[in-house]
Structures are given as structure tokens and as C-alpha cells.
């Protein structure tokens, strides 16, 4: 792909977040109180937008330049959590409210940050990546209730598990180094308790191209943040109530597992109990 091409590309996408951004600020409004979170999100799509105009501009005056090319890679992450977010933030109004029409025209407008992060990705590294979970439809009992759950899906030292996103706060891509310490990390003035499972259970963090470090936020009796390896774009899924069963004996959180289920394909879907971790 020649440099006009990738600068073409860039001001293209740069323009599609520009239009995403005054889209939820439009639904923000609309949705009056319950629209905070979708402001927000508004805001940031804006600064990601106006970051990828200027990285438009450097490509086309300054041609080829890994520094630039490793900010709109490190653009496409935080887009991609921008995403989760999000969806988040969706999932919160409509468990308080009935403006559901406002909800489907967010969920449209969030999933082009979903897809601008691939873009974005594919501009520099030149290969399209789908990066999608296949969504596990749970093995369900016979009297299992009708009602669904939404999860994240994550990855800690190369081992996949999952939490009901309800106790999902937020995400981070990226915390300063200068606000972590062995035990806490700081977020908007607030110290809390910090989770570096990698290191308590000897695992080898598998992913560290991006030079981010993802951390998840978990609410309940007391609020973790903990650090994880990878949480993919489509780590948001749907899926029925699952049957519970005994996770694997070899498995590295087994015996802090507060709940564990089988999926479709002899997988396992397995919750973590952060107070024992902790």
C-alpha cells in the first residue's frame, strides 16, 4: 500500500469517528440523564478522531514514519476498549430505562469504533484481522431459566476466562506507571486494590506488542483491578444460563473458581472469586 493510499485511508477513518462522535453526542442528549455515559463516550471518539487527522497529516508531509504508524497502532487498541466500553455503558441504561430505540442507535454508531479498530490495525500492519470469539452457546439444564447474561471474555498468562460484565466497571488500556505499585493502582484519585495474577501464579503474559497493559476493573464488596494479558474487541458476548460443573484440576485458578461451566465443544467458562485471590 503506497503512503497516499495510507493517508487517503487514515482522513477516511479519522472522518468516520468524527461522525460516530456527534452521532452519540446527538443520542447523549436525546437520552437526557441516563446519556452521561454515552457522552463520554462521545468525547473520547472526538479526541480519537481529531488524533487520527493529525496523524493523517504527519504521513502526508513526513511520509513513512514507524513512530507515527506505532500511535495509530496503539489508537486501534484503545479503540477497541473504547468499544467494550461502551458496550458496557449500553448494557447499564438499559437495565434502568426503557429508551431502548436510543440504545439500538448507540449500539450502531459503537460498533463502527469496533470496526474502525480493525481498520485502523489493517492500515498498519497490512493484514485484516477479525479477531472474533466464536460465541459458546452454553450447554443450558432442561430447567434452566430463559433469561440471558451478558460476559467479557479475557485471558490471563495464555488461560481464558470469563465475568458477568454487571461486575465489570470499566477497562483500561494503559495505567502510568508512576500511579501502580505492587498492591494498588490508582485511578481518577481513587487507590485500589491491585491483582497481578501473572506474577502471584507464575505465568508468562502473552501479549506485549501493543505496549499496553489492559487492566479490568471489577466492582462487588470491594472493588480489584487486574491486570490481564488480552481482552478482545468482541469480548462482550450473549449466552444462555450455563450448567455448573467442576473446573479441570489442572486448570491454574481452579481452586478460586466461584463458578465454572461447560461449553459447547468440551470448553470451560470459568468464573474467578477475587476475594480469595486477592
Known amino acids: 500500500m503506497t503512503n497516499e493510499m495510507k493517508v487517503h485511508l487514515c482522513e477516511q477513518y479519522a472522518q468516520r469517528l468524527w ?11 436525546r437520552a437526557g440523564r441516563l446519556g452521561r455515559g454515552y457522552a463520554v463516550i462521545a468525547d473520547e471518539a472526538r479526541n ?9 497529516t504527519k504521513l502526508k508531509f513526513e511520509g513513512n514514519d514507524d513512530n507515527i504508524y506505532e500511535e495509530i497502532k496503539k489508537t486501534a487498541v484503545q479503540l477497541s476498549y473504547l468499544f467494550i466500553n461502551s458496550s458496557l455503558e449500553v448494557l447499564r441504561v438499559e437495565d434502568v430505562s426503557e429508551i431502548s430505540s436510543h440504545n439500538k442507535a448507540v449500539s450502531v454508531l459503537i460498533d463502527d469504533l469496533r470496526n474502525l479498530a480493525f ?24 430447567k434452566s431459566s430463559n433469561r440471558q447474561d451478558y460476559f467479557i471474555k479475557f485471558n490471563i498468562g495464555g488461560v481464558p476466562l470469563v465475568e458477568n ?41 502473552t501479549l506485549t506488542s501493543t505496549g499496553f497493559q489492559p487492566m479490568l476493573r471489577i466492582m462487588g464488596k470491594k472493588q ?27 486448570h491454574p485458578f ?15 467458562l470459568v468464573f474467578l472469586d477475587w476475594e480469595k485471590l486477592a
Open 119 to 142: 481498520l485502523f490495525d489493517e492500515l498498519v500492519t497490512g493484514v485484516r484481522r477479525s479477531n472474533k470469539y466464536i460465541v459458546p452457546e452454553v450447554v443450558a439444564p432442561v
Open 165 to 205: 460484565a454487571a461486575n465489570v466497571m470499566e477497562i483500561y488500556g494503559w495505567s502510568p506507571s508512576s500511579a501502580v505499585t505492587e498492591t494498588t493502582v490508582k485511578i481518577r484519585k481513587e487507590e485500589l486494590t491491585l491483582l497481578k495474577l501473572h506474577t502471584k501464579h507464575n505465568l508468562t503474559p
Open 19 to 29: 461522525t460516530a462522535s456527534l452521532g452519540l453526542a446527538q443520542e447523549a442528549g
Open 254 to 268: 481452579a481452586e478460586y473458581s466461584r463458578e465454572c461451566w461447560d461449553a459447547v465443544g468440551g470448553g470451560q
Open 48 to 56: 480519537f478522531a481529531n488524533k487520527a487527522f493529525n496523524y493523517s
Open 224 to 250: 480489584f483491578v487486574v491486570m490481564i494479558d488480552d481482552l478482545d474487541t468482541d469480548a462482550v458476548f450473549q449466552s444462555k444460563i450455563g450448567l455448573a460443573t467442576t473446573p479441570d484440576a489442572a
